[in-house]
């Protein structure tokens, strides 16, 4: 129905930066909240940032400074600029975002992305 595609991950020394991008697609008539989230082997899935679909934006204290959020309402893409990167920055990152797939729907669903690896080491 509604699929959340994530690229942009990969091996990265600390200090680097690496850009993600989701792109959404599907039965889509309108989507609010995108964001992306992160889950560490042993850990659980935690909020990085998020954006309306006015840009208001909302970040993890852990990545303030570090990490932009942006968003093309237009082609359903979300993206994260990750720069300073450090090592407990290791984790997958997944794409969420919350769809109207039918204009009468009262409320947004929430859909996931598959996630993309992040790995920060030397």
């Known amino acids: 129905q509604v699929q959340l595609v994530e690229s942009g991950g990969g091996l990265v020394q600390p200090g680097g930066s690496l850009r993600l991008s989701c792109a959404a697609s599907?039965?889509?008539?309108?989507?609010?909240?995108m964001g992306w989230y992160r889950q560490a082997p042993g850990k659980e899935r935690e909020l990085v940032a998020e954006?309306?679909?006015?840009?208001?934006?909302n970040y993890a204290s852990s990545v303030k400074g570090r990490f932009t959020i942006s968003r093309d309402n237009a082609k359903n893409t979300v993206n994260l600029q990750m720069n300073s990167l450090k090592p407990e920055d290791t984790a997958v990152y997944f794409c969420?975002?919350?769809?109207?797939?039918?204009?009468?729907?009262?409320?947004?669903?929430?859909?996931w992305g598959q996630g993309t690896q992040v790995l920060v080491s030397a």
């Open positions: 954006i309306t679909r006015g840009d208001g934006t």
């Open positions: 599907g039965r889509i008539f309108s989507i609010n909240i």
């Open positions: 969420k975002a919350g769809v109207k797939t039918m204009a009468w729907q009262v409320s947004y669903s929430p859909f």
